[in-house]
C-alpha cells in the first residue's frame, strides 16, 4: 500500500452580512483549534471580483448530496463575504484535524447566520448540525458522499471527499441498476478501510465485499471532476462462496 497524501479539509462560509468578522475574532476563533501538525487557515473574501471569482466556483445546485433548493442556493451567490477555511495535515494520526476545521467553520456560520459549503463532499451545513455533528460518534460517510450518475453503461458511482483523508476519490463505471446497492457497500468499506489508515494505487489488487478487484487510474475525461484525483475500480471476480444476482451483474462493470 501506499503512504497517505497530505490531508485536505475545506469549507466554504457564505454569509449575507454586509459587515464581516474582524480580523482579530477569526485568529482567535482558529487558536481555540489548533491541529497538532498541520496548518489551519482563514481567507475572508468579501470584493466583488473575488465574490464573482467563488460563485464560479459554486458547483450547480443538482451537484449538491441532497441537491440544494433554489432559496438556499440563492443565499449563496448573494453572499456579502464567503471565507474560505482550509486545514492539511500531513501527518494524521487521528481524525482531530477534520473535527478541527469543522468547528472552526461552525463558530464562523454562528457568527454571521452563514451557511456553510463543503466543496469537496458537495454538501451544505448550517451552524446547529456542527454541534450536532461533533456531539456524535465520528462516521466518514457523512464527510464523503456516494454519487449516482446516470452513464452509458448505464450508471457511475463515485465519492467525492476522500481528499479529507489525504486519499484519492474511487468511481466504478458501468454499474447496472440492480448493483447500485452493491456498489455503494462496496465504496462504504472502501471508505472505512482508507480512514482506518489503508492506502490504495493504481496496479493494485484487493479483495472486499466477496469481490477481487484491481485499483486503475481514472477513466473520466474531466480532470476537474474529482479534487484530488480518483482510483478506478475494475477487472472483478467474485471470490465469496454464495453470490447474489446482484453481485454477479457487477462483473460486467
Known amino acids: 500500500m501506499a503512504a497517505l497524501r497530505g490531508a485536505k479539509v475545506v469549507y466554504h462560509v457564505h454569509s449575507l452580512r454586509p459587515t464581516g468578522l474582524a480580523p482579530r475574532d477569526l485568529d482567535e476563533i482558529v ?5 497538532a501538525t498541520g496548518h489551519l487557515e482563514v481567507t475572508p473574501v468579501h470584493t ?14 443538482k451537484d449538491f448530496s441532497p441537491a440544494l433548493p433554489f432559496d438556499v442556493y440563492a443565499q449563496l451567490r448573494q453572499a456579502k ?52 455533528e461533533i456531539d456524535r460518534p465520528f462516521d466518514p460517510l457523512r464527510h464523503v458522499n456516494i454519487h449516482v450518475d446516470r452513464g452509458t453503461r448505464p450508471y457511475f458511482v463515485h465519492t467525492h471527499g476522500m481528499e479529507k483523508f489525504g486519499h484519492p476519490d474511487f468511481e466504478l463505471h458501468g454499474v447496472p441498476r440492480e448493483s447500485l446497492e452493491v456498489a455503494r ?27 477481487g478487484f484491481k485499483f486503475a487510474p481514472s477513466r473520466i475525461d474531466d480532470t476537474t471532476h474529482f479534487s484530488n484525483g ?23 462493470a
Not at 493504481?202 to 466477496?210: I, M, W
Request: hydrophobic fraction near 45%; include cysteine; glycine fraction near 6%.
Open 31 to 35: 487558536a481555540r483549534h489548533p491541529i
Open 48 to 61: 466583488e471580483s473575488d465574490l464573482d471569482a467563488s460563485r464560479q466556483l459554486l458547483s450547480q445546485p
Open 81 to 132: 463575504w464567503v471565507y474560505h477555511v482550509e486545514s492539511t495535515e500531513f501527518e494524521p494520526e487521528d481524525l482531530n484535524y477534520v473535527r478541527q476545521t469543522l468547528l472552526v467553520a461552525g463558530e464562523i456560520a454562528a457568527m454571521t447566520d452563514g451557511i456553510i459549503v463543503d466543496p469537496i463532499a458537495f454538501t451544505t451545513l448550517a451552524a446547529e448540525d456542527v454541534i450536532k
Open 185 to 211: 457497500k462496496l465504496l462504504r468499506h472502501l471508505i472505512a478501510a482508507v480512514v482506518s489508515g489503508g492506502a490504495f494505487q493504481p496496479g493494485e489488487e484487493t479483495q472486499l465485499c466477496g469481490f
Open 230 to 252: 480518483s482510483l478506478c475500480l475494475c477487472e472483478f471476480k467474485l471470490v465469496g462462496e454464495s453470490p447474489t444476482p446482484e453481485m454477479q451483474a457487477l462483473l460486467t
